[in-house]
């Protein structure tokens, strides 16, 4: 088991410093006020992000922090509901990404009505070279993934991301193709 040793004077380091198992740093330097090494050398750093949820089908998911947060949720199933946990201001970022284009009436809403959307939808117009943006409404609390005839986006490559703000507070940014006459995908529907 590695022993754990607190400075409080400073300390020659020489040779090599192994931090929390198979991370090392190398080269020679001081341990006082902080930590400087002279001409460090990083060893096989592994950084890798966490992989992504695949959500293929069924009729509802409610996302989860333990299982959904700061994680992609890649969406092949084509009219699912989703759920946000209750916004409580951690900062947790949730993102939706269709690998399929919507063909039912998908969703994603807030937790209860005391939880509020704020933020923008920016959504590539079928005809021409354009886009066109939306923004909540200060009571928006649900998505519409698809309207009519993919009006409020919901068409394969589409991202939808939420932040945990604040209590009761939601960042949202959307970015999808649409189709047909563009409308905005935020409405108040949670009671």
């Known amino acids: ?3 754990t040793r607190r400075f409080y004077q400073p300390v020659a380091v020489n040779d ?3 931090v929390s198992g198979g991370f090392a740093l190398s080269g ?4 006082g006020d902080g930590v400087t090494l002279t001409t460090p050398v990083v060893n096989n750093p592994a950084v890798t ?3 992504p949820v695949a959500f293929a089908s069924g009729t509802a998911l409610a996302l989860t922090q333990a299982t959904h947060a700061n994680r992609v949720v890649y969406v092949t199933d084509v009219a699912a509901a989703y ?3 209750a916004a409580t201001g951690t900062g947790d970022k949730y993102t939706v990404h269709l690998g399929a284009t919507q063909t039912g009436a998908g969703t994603i809403k807030v937790a209860s009505a005391t939880d509020v959307m704020n933020g923008t939808a920016v959504l590539f117009q079928d005809g021409g070279d354009a886009v066109v943006g939306f923004n909540t409404a200060s009571d928006s609390d649900t998505v519409d993934l698809l309207g009519t005839a993919n009006s409020t986006g919901g068409i394969s490559g589409a991202i939808y991301e939420f932040w945990d703000v604040a ?3 939601w960042a ?3 970015v999808s193709d649409a189709g047909g006459i563009e409308a905005t ?3 108040a529907t949670v009671s």
């Open 16 to 18: 090599k410093l192994t």
């Open 28 to 31: 020679t330097g001081t341990v």
């Open 83 to 85: 759920t946000l946990p």
């Open 167 to 169: 209590s009761g507070k």
């Open 185 to 187: 995908p935020f409405s």
């Open 1 to 3: 088991m590695a022993e």
């Open 49 to 51: 992000g966490p992989a």
């Open 172 to 174: 949202v940014r959307i």
